[in-house]
Every structure is written in structure tokens, then in C-alpha cells.
T-cell receptor, first 116, second 114 residues
Framework: GDSVTQMEGPVTLSEEAFLTINCTYT??????LFWYVQYPGEGLQLLLK?????DKGSNKGFEATYRKETTSFHLEKGSVQVSDSAVYFC???????????????FGQGTILTVHP | SQTIHQWPATLVQPVGSPLSLECTVE??????LYWYRQAAGRGLQLLFY??????ISSEVPQNLSASRPQDRQFILSSKKLLLSDSGFYLC?????????????FGQGTRLTVV
């Protein structure tokens, strides 16, 4: 079955440091890939997405590139802020209509803490 | 625009008591609907999904059930809660068709069974 593996956390960085959170996946076919962010006590918000190989998703200074050859979708940000402290989830969804839409497989989440 | 409402935000229930969590979606029709659970310190697990009124699919065997009495309403229930039912429950929706395949989440319900 489908699976998503994220780097182990937690990750602790100083403000303005460079961030990378690794994500690899296993799936048949060509899934869509996502990064979601969860702030304390809240639901999940879509951060960025990519729907085909070599696509780059970007939002709020974060970016990730869909690498089919390495089955990866690593999240990066050049300069993190304290407000970026949250849990980050990598996820995939099979492309297709009907029951496939929105049926996500998640990684285990990576806790990011950014200190001033 | 579409919005998703989930309530209550927090809930403390004794073991053996019933449960009802409700989720409604506005601004769209015929959505796919989902219930996920997030146990402490762990990722998200899909519990149920629904593609239409009265159509429920269960992803994992458990003490919970789901119902969809209306197109944009999704309810998570239990007749008798267990300690292991504690967790953060998230409702989500996705469009039935279109170019995107992402899901949109509610704010979640923190359930503590004592």
C-alpha cells in the first residue's frame, strides 16, 4: 500500500536558519504530494502541493519539489521564523476522481521549534 | 468560499459513555467527507470516508462508527467510549471532481476519555 516517511523529529532551529524536512513516499502510479502544517491546538492547513513530477510547490517562503526518480518531496525554507514553529506533515493522494479525491496518506509528522 | 465546521472543540467523557462529534461543510455540494484521528505524538489515521449520503467506508476496525445523514453533514459516534479512543479528531472534505486532490480540514476536536 501507499506510505509516506518523514525525517524523525523534533527539529530545533534558531531564527533565520535554513530548514529541510525530508519526505519520501511509496505509491503505485503518480500520486499528488502535499505538505500540511498544524499549529498548536488547531487543524491542518495545506501549505503547498505538487501534482506531477518536477513540479515545485511554494508558499510563505517554503518550497518542495516533486522528485519521481528519488520518490521524494523534501520541504525547505531559507530563513525560518519563530512563527514557523508547528508540526509539518507530508502526505500523498492518488490522482483520480470519486473516492480517490482527498483520501490522504500521511507521514508521522515532524515537530519544528524555532528559537529567537 | 467553502468552510468546514467541527464541534465541539474539546470534550472530556467518562469511559463507557456515548460520543457524537459533528462536522458540516458549507459552500460546496457532493463533497467527499473524512474522519481522521491523531493520537498523541503520532501521525494521522483515516478512520472513515464517505462519497455520498448514507455511504460510509471504514478504514480500520474500531469502536467508532460514522454516519452521513445529509450531503454536507458527517457524524462520528460511539455507543461506549474506551480509554484508547482519546485523541484529536479531524473532519475533512475534498471536492468530488476537479484538478486538485487535497483535503481541507476542520479545527479538530480534542477528546479525552477518563
Amino acid at each position: 500500500g501507499d506510505s509516506v516517511t518523514q525525517m524523525e523529529g523534533p527539529v530545533t532551529l534558531s531564527e533565520e536558519a535554513f530548514l529541510t524536512i525530508n519526505c519520501t513516499y511509496t505509491a503505485t502510479g503518480y500520486p499528488s504530494l502535499f505538505w500540511y502544517v498544524q499549529y498548536p491546538g488547531e487543524g491542518l492547513q495545506l501549505l503547498l502541493k505538487a501534482t506531477k513530477a518536477d513540479d515545485k510547490g511554494s508558499n510563505k517562503g517554503f518550497e518542495a519539489t516533486y522528485r519521481k526518480e528519488t520518490t521524494s518531496f523534501h520541504l525547505e525554507k531559507g530563513s525560518v521564523q519563530v512563527s514557523d514553529s508547528a508540526v509539518y506533515f507530508c502526505a500523498l493522494s492518488r490522482i483520480g476522481g470519486g473516492t480517490s479525491y482527498g483520501k490522504l496518506t500521511f507521514g508521522q509528522g515532524t515537530i519544528l521549534t524555532v528559537h529567537p | 468560499s467553502q468552510t468546514i465546521h467541527q464541534w465541539p472543540a474539546t470534550l472530556v467523557q467518562p469511559v463507557g459513555s456515548p460520543l457524537s462529534l459533528e462536522c458540516t461543510v458549507e459552500g460546496t455540494s457532493n463533497p467527499n467527507l473524512y474522519w481522521y484521528r491523531q493520537a498523541a505524538g503520532r501521525g494521522l489515521q483515516l478512520l472513515f470516508y464517505s462519497v455520498g449520503i448514507g455511504q460510509i467506508s471504514s478504514e480500520v476496525p474500531q469502536n467508532l462508527s460514522a454516519s452521513r445523514p445529509q450531503d454536507r453533514q458527517f457524524i462520528l459516534s460511539s455507543k461506549k467510549l474506551l480509554l484508547s479512543d482519546s485523541g484529536f479528531y479531524l473532519c475533512a472534505w475534498s471536492p468530488r471532481t476537479g484538478s486538485g486532490t487535497e483535503a481541507f480540514f476542520g479545527q479538530g476536536t480534542r477528546l479525552t476519555v477518563v
